[in-house]
């Protein structure tokens, strides 16, 4: 890892371990992109092989010495709206006199140990400054000196570039920023492809590919929230690149909120960028303000997505996540959701524990409906005080029983949310998002609370912090159950009702803070609706978020397979839950459901008092396996081997930390008969090692698991099977 500045060839080198990522400052001072790709530190020439810009017919320039040079044809690396350059702005700037032209030069740079945090924003940290360097370089805008600093970061056994910018008004007057990109980098079009994850609620992050051909494409989300159709991350990849082959370059945007990312392209150019969704942002900058962007980790990968992948796993969850449960085991829970929905008494919740503490499980949880007079999904949001109709003992009794029983507690909370039959809509009804005098439109019955206002996030943290505190509380359940609508704020002024979404995020992530930090033995799981916020700006507080409110094995598998191309197995809550499915109808056998569920975080979500004494006996037996492997499911490093989106199988491998131990789990979805079996190669062990199988003893050499490797029965429907090697 390492940062250099050329004086003499005004480059900016940064390197990671095996990446090289190189910027120029040209002759009119613009700051171009010239490389980002496999290492080349150290060659004489780089700047000599690209050029800095294409020509562009028809396309006016600034320099009167070369005319060819248009910033239509420049490849930028952090690019304005105004004069020539018709591509998608990273920053777009609208100035008092009705101006907006903006024309970013270099200023100067800085290089640092260390990397700063982003005030009021997740991001990416290290333990300690040796850890990281930084870059800074600082661009100006001389007609109305706005400053915009680009940060880099790059962190020791990482190949992660960690990109965002800041922009300051240094000016007199006030900035209008009507688009403020994390990143953009245009690059030489070598022909390539872009992976995204696409899907809807019950069916999360399914794998979608799509040429970057001539024109735009983009991957947004336009809803307040990262949601469940699109995903903040796109990978761009040299074409046919695949798990193991070719070059891979990943925009993961540590963000909650809306957000684009996207490439436009030409014959001879691609650029692509990420950040905050423009549609609907409008930011005033007032003379001496700043706007800090989130920031987007960008990870290199020369062999294909499988190793693309496993760096986000390694740095998200070690340098992203934080808190207590980063490192240590999580409990296995058992979740009343879809055992009872909202029809539970105590008494219920408690046959569910005994039968829970008997099998092994660790927490029981209480899901939607223990407050106010809810007993559907019509009311009482904002009302975060127990029902004694349902629970006499309150939850303090009830967190004491479930104790007694020798399993911790946890409680399902949705603080973001109103319902307008609500004590608290009722006293507040400005305390919403809303636009004056509009209809207020409601999805589930409920509104959403207006965090971009202190006195609203004040009134979150003391309402969930009143449960906490008074009760035996292990585990927390953070719901968000609709996107937003007539975005506005009663307390912003007119001209920054534009603010509003991103002010939300703020607000958002300064209550998660407070609470978090106030309860740190709490674990924390975030929720959307299942995966509609699964992103890393929330893993950012919560370690782990439940993946998707569809819990069938089957459409698990592609859910899971999806989600794993940014995001760690230790981030993805995942239930074994009753058949036939609640979601689909389907029927799968509880050994699928249950290998299924422990490339998760593990747990179950069904009425267990009706488990058969067979069912029970299984059930003891998946939570041992559970703990058993859980570290190498979620330390280890995981191996993508087939695909559920291109055949009718799935098949994943975990290699622990020491390389040691390895976990192969293979599932056969649709059984065909009179096939031959499946040939399956394991990966990422050590070819000339010997590797047990501890099932039935047979050796076998690394070498021969990777290229003969396994073949596996494809003639029955939805046949699971985990098998485990130990390193000789
Ligand atoms: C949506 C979540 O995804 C479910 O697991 C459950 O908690 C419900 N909300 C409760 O309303």
Redesign the pocket.
């Known amino acids: 890892m390492s940062i250099t500045f050329d004086s003499e060839k005004r480059l900016f080198s940064i390197s990671t371990e095996n990446s090289s990522y190189i910027m120029g400052i040209a002759a009119d001072e613009i700051l171009t992109h010239i490389y980002y790709g496999a290492k080349v530190e150290d060659s004489p020439n780089v700047r000599e092989i690209y050029s800095d810009y294409i020509f562009k017919s028809m396309s006016p320039s600034y320099n009167k010495e070369n005319p060819y040079i248009s910033t239509a044809g420049i490849y930028q690396e952090y690019p304005t709206f105004g004069s020539a350059d018709y591509r998608v702005p990273a920053l777009k700037a609208e100035y008092e006199d009705g101006t907006n032209v903006t024309r970013l030069v270099y200023d100067s740079y800085r290089i640092y140990g260390g990397k700063p945090a982003l005030e009021g924003l997740p991001a990416v940290y290290t333990h300690s400054d040796e850890e990281a360097e930084t870059l800074e370089i600082t661009l100006k805008d001389k007609y109305s000196q706005m400053r915009v600093i680009l940060l880099y970061s790059v962190i020791k056994g990482f190949d992660a570039v960690i990109r965002s910018a800041r922009i300051v008004n240094g000016g007199k007057e006030k900035i209008k920023l009507r688009s403020a990109l994390s990143a953009s980098m245009d690059f030489y079009n070598a022909g390539f492809e872009i992976t995204y994850l696409s899907g809807s609620w019950a069916r999360e992050r399914h794998i979608k590919k799509a040429a970057v051909a001539p024109g735009n494409f983009t991957v947004e989300s336009r809803r307040g929230a990262s949601s469940h159709v699109l995903n903040p991350f796109v990978a761009v990849s040299e074409v046919g690149a695949d798990e193991k082959h070719g070059e891979v370059y990943g925009y993961s945007l540590v963000y909650s909120g809306s957000f684009i990312a996207g490439t436009e392209s030409d014959e001879e150019s691609v650029r692509a960028y990420i950040g905050i969704n423009p549609f609907n942002f409008c930011w005033t900058l007032e003379a001496g303000d700043s706007f800090q962007t989130p920031e987007t980790v960008l990870v290199y990968s020369a062999n294909g997505f499988g190793e693309m992948s496993r760096t986000y796993h390694r740095l998200y969850r070690t340098r992203l996540c934080r808190g207590k449960y980063r490192d240590t085991s999580r409990p296995v829970l058992v979740?009343n959701?879809e055992a009872t929905y909202f029809d539970f008494n105590e008494e219920k919740i408690l046959e569910i524990a005994k039968k829970a503490a008997e099998c092994g499980i660790e927490l029981m949880v209480l899901?939607?409906g223990w407050f106010g007079k809810r007993d559907n999904?019509k009311c009482s949001l904002g009302d975060w005080f127990v029902n004694y109709d349902k629970l006499p003992c309150g939850i303090d009794g009830l967190a004491e029983k479930v104790n007694a029983l020798g399993l911790k507690f946890g409680l399902?909370f949705?603080p973001e949310m109103v319902s307008p039959d609500s004590e608290l809509y009722r006293k507040h009804p400005d305390w919403c998002l809303h636009q004056k005098d509009r209809l207020r439109s409601e999805s589930r019955n409920q509104l959403i609370l207006d965090l971009s206002r202190k006195d609203v996030c004040d009134y979150i943290v003391k309402a969930v912090s009143d449960v906490l505190e008074n009760a035996n509380i292990a585990y927390v359940?953070w719901?968000y159950?609709r996107n937003m609508s007539e975005v506005g704020s009663a307390l912003l002024d007119p001209e920054r009702q534009g603010e509003t979404a991103h002010r939300y995020m703020l607000g958002l992530y300064s209550v998660l803070e407070r609470i978090t930090s106030a309860f740190p033995d709490i674990l924390f799981e975030s929720?959307?609706?299942?995966g509609g916020r699964f992103d890393p700006g929330m893993m950012y507080y919560m370690p782990q978020a439940?993946t998707s409110?569809d819990t069938d094995a089957v459409e698990r598998l592609y859910i899971q397979y999806g989600t794993s191309l940014a995001y760690a197995s230790s981030m993805m809550g995942a239930h074994v839950s009753a058949v036939p499915n609640h979601q689909v109808g389907r029927v799968t056998p509880l050994e699928m459901r249950g290998l299924t569920a422990m490339c998760g975080r593990f747990g179950y979500e069904l009425d267990l008092s009706k488990l058969t004494d067979e069912e029970t006996e299984t059930v003891k037996e998946q939570i041992k396996l559970y703990h058993k492997y859980e570290n190498t499911v979620h330390k280890g490093d995981m191996y993508r081997l087939l695909s559920p989106f291109e055949c009718d199988a799935a098949a994943v491998e975990y290699v622990s930390e020491d390389r040691k131990e390895v976990l192969f789990f293979y599932f056969n979805i649709k059984g065909t008969p009179a096939i031959p079996d499946r040939k399956v190669r394991l990966d990422g062990l050590d070819a000339g090692a010997y590797y047990r199988n501890t099932g039935n003893g047979e050796v076998y050499s690394g070498a021969a698991l990777m290229n003969m490797g396994l073949l596996m029965p494809r003639n029955s429907d939805n046949f699971s099977m985990l098998t485990v090697f130990e390193k000789l």
């Open positions: 979740n959701w899901d939607d999904d399902w949705e359940k719901d159950n929720c959307s609706g299942g439940w409110d």
